[in-house]
Each structure stands twice: as structure tokens, then as C-alpha cells.
């Protein structure tokens, strides 16, 4: 079926290591989205892409690295993790990347650091 | 800056009760408005959107929200809770290509 696969669901690491979030959705939306989910802070977007190889900084980039040599695929790497990294992870996708544009979310992966 | 409040972190009703969760949103021009619901372990799913019009938006599941301009409110509303309802709730403004969210309702459900 046609939709947004995130993996893992689940990851557990240590503090100082890399570690790699994979998104790939199936629509050729142009848009795409990493999104943290937090108590008390809801959904900050972390970085976003307009299209292959074209990327931005959101709300709360710093650790964060992203890449997107192909349409269908946006990872995500945290180079260094930090224990203030654990949180839960969506990616997100969007054809158009208008202001009315629903996003539509994968089911997240829940990352904590130790 | 623009910037999305839902002023209730967490909510208890009633099965068959009516809900209401609020709202609000700093936005300068014509905001796009979008509400979405979070069930446990999943992904958010979109119940309903207001870009122009109408101000009373019907979504999926019977959910409604409507949109006021002079209270810059968009809030949801269900006439009859259902225990299926329980799930966090989350209000978004479109900005720039992208969603801003508010902070999130979690909605419990008591029978």
C-alpha cells in the first residue's frame, strides 16, 4: 500500500553515537518533513525538503543532519546523540508544500539515548 | 511570530458526552487551519481542515470545527464522545509550506 514507512519503530543507543532515522514514502511528494514530538512541546519541525537534494533548517535543527538524494527517501542522522535527543519521530510528506497542503505522517520512531 | 495555543494539555468526558477542545492562533494573513488526532503508538491522522468559506468545517469521524476570526479560534467539537475517542488532539496553522502545532490535547474517555 501506498504511505510513509518509517524504521525502526523502536531505537535504543548511547549517548555519542550516530544514529540514522529512515523515511521512505511511496506517493512522489515533493515535500518532506522531520518532525520531534515532545511533552509539553507538541510537534517541532526538525528539517524539511522541497525536493531531491534540496533541504532546510525548522524549528530545532541543531544535531540533526538530513539528506535526500532521491524523492522517496528522507534520513535523518543524528551524528553525535545526546540524551536530550531522545524523543519521538515523525516524518512527514506533502505534495505541494502550500500553506493548505495536509501533511501526511508516518507512524514514528520512538528513539531514546542513554 | 506566528504560533498555535491549545490551552488544555489534558481533558476528561464522558462517553456520550459533548466535547469541545480549543484553539487558538497568532497568524497575520488568512490562516489554513488543520486539526489532526494522534492515536496511541500511530502516526497523526488528519480530521479536518478550513482554509476559506464556510466557517463551520465538517471532518471525518463527526468531528466539526469551527473557525472565528474575531476570537482567532478554531476549535473542535463532537456532539457524542465515543470511548474510541480517546487520543491526542492536535491544532496546526499552514506557515510558509509548512505546520505549525500547538501543544496538544490529550482527550480521555470515561464510561
Known amino acids: 500500500d501506498a504511505g510513509i514507512t518509517q524504521s525502526p519503530r523502536y531505537k535504543i543507543t548511547e549517548t555519542g553515537r550516530q544514529v540514522t532515522l529512515m523515511c521512505h514514502q511511496t506517493?512522489?511528494?515533493?515535500?518532506m518533513f522531520w518532525y520531534r514530538q515532545d511533552l509539553g512541546h507538541g510537534l517541532r519541525l526538525i528539517y524539511y525538503?522541497?525536493?531531491?537534494?534540496?533541504?532546510d533548517k525548522g524549528e530545532v535543527p541543531d544535531g540533526y543532519v538530513v539528506s535526500r538524494s532521491k524523492t522517496e527517501n528522507f534520513p535523518l542522522t543524528l551524528e553525535s546523540a545526546t540524551r536530550s535527543q531522545t524523543s519521538v519521530y515523525f516524518c512527514?510528506?506533502?505534495?505541494?508544500?502550500?500553506?493548505?497542503?495536509?501533511?501526511?505522517f508516518g507512524n514514528g520512531t520512538r528513539l531514546t539515548v542513554t | 511570530a506566528q504560533s498555535v495555543t491549545q490551552p488544555d494539555i489534558h481533558i476528561t468526558v464522558s462517553e456520550g458526552a459533548s466535547l469541545e477542545l480549543r484553539c487558538n492562533y497568532s497568524?497575520?494573513?488568512?490562516?489554513?487551519l488543520f486539526w489532526y488526532v494522534q492515536s496511541p503508538g500511530q502516526g497523526l491522522q488528519l480530521l479536518l481542515k478550513?482554509?476559506?468559506?464556510?466557517?463551520l468545517v465538517q471532518g471525518i469521524k463527526g468531528f466539526e470545527a469551527e473557525f472565528k476570526r474575531s476570537q482567532s479560534s478554531f476549535n473542535l467539537r463532537k456532539p457524542s464522545v465515543h470511548w474510541s475517542d480517546a487520543a491526542e488532539y492536535f491544532c496546526?496553522?499552514?506557515?510558509?509550506?509548512?505546520?505549525?502545532f500547538g501543544q496538544g490535547t490529550e482527550l480521555s474517555v470515561k464510561p
Open positions: 512527514a510528506s506533502s505534495e505541494f508544500g502550500r500553506n493548505n497542503s495536509p501533511l501526511h
Open positions: 506517493w512522489s511528494h515533493s515535500y
Open positions: 525538503s522541497a525536493a531531491a537534494d534540496i533541504t
Open positions: 497568524y497575520g494573513a488568512t490562516p489554513y
Open positions: 478550513y482554509f476559506s468559506g464556510d466557517t
Open positions: 496546526a496553522v499552514g506557515v510558509g509550506g509548512k505546520l505549525i
